[in-house]
């Protein structure tokens, strides 16, 4: 995968170009961290606030490397089970019911029972082979021949003993199955793990990742990235929108809108055919920004001011 | 390379970034890398390998500001060498007429000086302060020292005898003088470059020793400048403990039957179901309710208990926290809304510094959470007992040891001033599951860890 793609990502500055062309508008620390993710070969967990593009930043590498994204949510209680792989036991039991019959088959002649244990043994383990393994992400990762990109969403959701359990596959990318040995990476996965810092993640796991904090981005980055997502809205707009926003965000408020609500917005403002910010717009439109009703009414009184700021260089 | 890193990486243990041997390499090949021409990469690489956390992070980008700083007149000769253009042509000219006595020069150290070459000057200074120990000076006085043994390492001893030499002679005193003035400016340079260094390593080894004794020291004797670390230090010791206990699953014998997991344990039975899996799961999370006595007796304690108890109801999902002195308030709800300085200040000004009374505090609390406390609950008390000879309401004490999971009175006095006075510690000892003297933030750290612990 990282060799197929050497000319993708060569520099931190090639990749920033073809995240561009992608639609993916990115800083110069988000590219690098993919270049030394792809060179070094280590994970990278990504923390920021919600909605900075942390999921998404998987996604386009992805599409960058044109490598599958196999993605893994995680949540409490989730378990090697659900994570790793499971066995199909469905076809284990069925396969016992069928082999009975031909058990007499293959014992047929033996004499006395060592005979007959020394037979069986020449089959092997079949019913705990690759035949009847499930994969499931981690493991699926492992096995795409080609390298994948994997997405570790939300790890700090996951339970502590989860943490511990991904430290082998992050450090080694390899897995160990107890019945069937140790399986290593075809071809190694580039690893993206996210956090929204709900709790604090183990030393060992963080020593083992590159580690990136994406923060809202600057105001000149927020409007190329409104122009590559929302590209039909007009200059002015796009401009009063992103100082607004910026506005709001110096606010003391529960939760800050991120990007992903500005583009919302962005889609909102286009959709109803605002061409010039003012307060009746703004004031029917707030609930997309702000998700609380704390929020809302804080900032309600403030439109005003706020806006005075945000249409002062238009 | 490796030296430079090596030493930055030493520079940030010191900063208190915790940075594994691990790390180190992986912060070496991301140099190796990404080169080390552009800076701001480096930076970004490397502190992507070496700082885990924006904590860390921004530590890091200052140190490594302050750090290649101090290092770029290596790499930047030229400049060097260009200011120096001058002094050489001054020194070609004096030395034409002696230069037979340039070339007569024995000692090395001598005709580097003439020589006039400042960046190797640079390079050598800082080769030989490596050798003689110049990571280990951490006391400003030790610079002197040191810087003696770096100009001995540099040559300084042959050049001293040859000036004398030449002092005798009196013939070159044209030299002799250039000589002599180029020597106090190395040794200043060689000064400079070693408090550059003591700097840079050292800035946060004092706070670091601060940080040790304020573990250990009483809370009653800290004094008003430290408050600050102090209170760093709570927040760390209570998000510490909250991380490793908060979130505690118990597999439990019963509930429901999962029947996948069942089939598959037992799929070598040829299905017969040996062995049961349960599905349910159960998450225990410790259910807190914290009492603080902020009463005049213990206003000196009160502001770090108090302080321990914001940081505790921070970071732990259900703790409800309660201040008292003669009656009680619950303050869950305003700890959640102010932040930390106006909170403590709000607490300490609406029910702090009033004479204690224990009994119609606790008859408070019945009303207000009584009813809450179940098997479940850890309730704590940080308080002196000191109830000024008033009805210590025993009964209703012994109803919340009844009811809660474990009740845990820590004293910030010792145990020999118990039932001192109009302490009536005992009373309520015989109604607590764990009575302990609580002076300094290690006893809170040890009682509180070991509590959590034995939650689950």
């Known amino acids: 995968m990282i060799i197929r793609n050497q000319d993708k990502i060569n520099s931190p500055d090639t990749i920033k170009q073809q995240f561009e062309a992608l639609g993916y508008i990115c800083s110069d620390a988000i590219a690098t961290s993919v270049y030394l993710a792809c060179h070094l070969q280590k994970p990278i967990l990504v923390e920021g606030p919600p909605g900075v593009g942390k999921t998404e930043l998987a996604k386009k590498t992805s599409d960058l490397l044109s490598a599958p994204l196999i993605r893994m949510q995680c949540y409490e209680g989730l378990d090697e089970a659900k994570a790793l792989y499971e066995w199909k036991y469905g076809k284990q039991l069925l396969y016992t019911q069928l082999l009975k019959d031909q058990l007499g088959d293959v014992m047929r002649g033996a004499k006395g029972l060592d005979e007959s244990v020394s037979r069986l043994h020449q089959f092997g383990d079949i019913f705990y082979s690759d035949e009847f393994l499930e994969p499931r992400p981690l493991l699926e990762a492992l096995r795409t021949e080609d390298g994948a990109v994997l997405l570790i969403d939300e790890i700090d959701k996951a339970d502590q003993e989860f943490e511990a359990f991904l430290l082998e596959l992050l450090s080694d990318y390899q897995i160990s199955i107890p019945e069937l040995g140790t399986v290593k990476a075809q071809s190694k996965p580039l690893v993206f793990l996210t956090s929204n810092n709900t709790r604090e993640l183990s030393d060992a796991l963080k020593r083992r990742c590159l580690h990136l904090y994406i923060p809202f981005p600057s105001k000149a980055i927020e409007q190329k990235i409104i122009t590559a997502q929302v590209p039909e809205l007009n200059d002015k707009l796009k401009h009063q929108l992103v100082e607004f926003i910026s506005e709001l965000r110096d606010m003391s408020l529960k939760k800050v809108p991120a990007v992903s609500e500005t583009i919302d917005w962005a889609r909102a403002l286009l959709l109803l055919n605002v061409d010039n910010l003012d307060h009746e717009w703004v004031k029917t439109t707030l609930n997309l920004l702000l998700k609380f009703q704390d929020d809302i009414e804080a900032v309600e009184p403030e439109i005003h001011n706020l806006l005075k700021v945000a249409t002062k260089g238009s | 390379m490796q ?17 594994s041997s691990a790390e180190t390499l992986d912060g070496l090949r991301a140099a190796q890398l990404v080169g080390i021409d552009n800076a701001p990469l480096l930076k970004q690489s490397l502190g992507m390998t070496l700082a885990k956390c924006l904590e860390n992070r921004l530590i890091f980008d200052q140190i490594f500001d302050q750090y290649f700083n101090s290092h770029s007149q290596f790499n930047t000769g030229d400049r060097a060498t260009s200011e120096t253009d001058a002094n050489q042509a001054a020194t ?41 120990g110049a990571q280990e000076v951490t006391f400003m006085t ?9 100009m001995q390492a ?23 003088s250039i000589l002599q003035q180029r020597r106090a400016r190395l040794q200043q340079q060689v000064r400079d470059y070693l408090e550059q260094q003591y700097l840079v390593l050292n800035q946060n080894e004092p706070n670091k020793r601060r940080e040790g004794n304020l573990q250990k020291i009483s809370l009653t004797s800290i004094d008003q400048r430290n408050y600050k670390l102090m209170g760093e230090l709570v927040r760390q010791a209570a998000k510490r403990l909250a991380s490793m206990h908060s979130r505690r699953r118990r597999i439990t014998r019963r509930g429901l039957l999962d029947v996948r997991r069942t089939i598959t344990a037992n799929a070598a039975y040829d299905g017969f179901l040996f062995h049961t899996k349960w599905k349910s799961t159960r998450i225990e999370r410790p259910k807190v309710m914290v009492l603080c006595d902020v009463s005049g007796s213990v206003s000196k304690v009160a502001r770090f208990l108090l302080l321990f108890l914001y940081s505790l109801q921070d970071v732990l999902p259900n703790v409800r926290s309660f201040v008292f002195s003669s009656y009680m308030a619950e303050v869950t709800k305003l700890f959640e809304e102010q932040d930390m300085e106006q909170g ?3 607490v300490l000004h609406n029910w702090g510094n009033k004479p204690t009374n224990y009994g119609k505090a606790l008859s408070d609390f019945e009303t207000m959470a009584l009813a809450d406390i179940d098997n479940r609950t850890t309730v704590i008390m940080l308080g002196d007992a000191r109830n000024n000879n008033e009805d210590g309401n025993i009964a209703l004490w012994e109803e ?16 020999v001033n118990w039932d001192s006075g109009d302490s009536i510690m005992s009373k309520y000892a015989a109604y607590c599951s764990h009575v302990e003297t609580c002076n300094s ?16």
């Open chain 2, 154 to 176: 540099l040559g300084d001893g042959a050049l001293q005898q040859e000036l004398a030499a030449m002092a005798e002679r009196e013939e070159s005193s044209a030299i002799l």
């Open chain 2, 441 to 456: 933030l290690r006893d809170l750290n040890r009682i509180l860890g070991s509590v959590l612990k034995h939650e689950a």
């Open chain 2, 142 to 150: 030790q610079v002197p020292m040191v810087s003696y043994r770096v």
């Open chain 2, 3 to 19: 030296k430079v890193l090596g030493d930055f990486i030493h520079a940030l243990r010191q900063a208190g970034l915790p940075i």
């Open chain 2, 400 to 415: 919340i040891y009844r009811r809660s999971q474990r009740v845990l009175w820590l004293n910030p006095e010792g145990q």
């Open chain 2, 344 to 346: 403590l200040a709000e």
């Open chain 2, 92 to 132: 070609a000219r004096l030395s034409e007429p002696f230069s037979e006595a340039v070339n007569s020069l024995e000692s090395p150290l001598a005709q580097q000086l003439i020589n006039g070459d400042m960046a190797g000057m640079q390079v050598m200074i800082a080769s030989a302060a490596g050798a003689s």
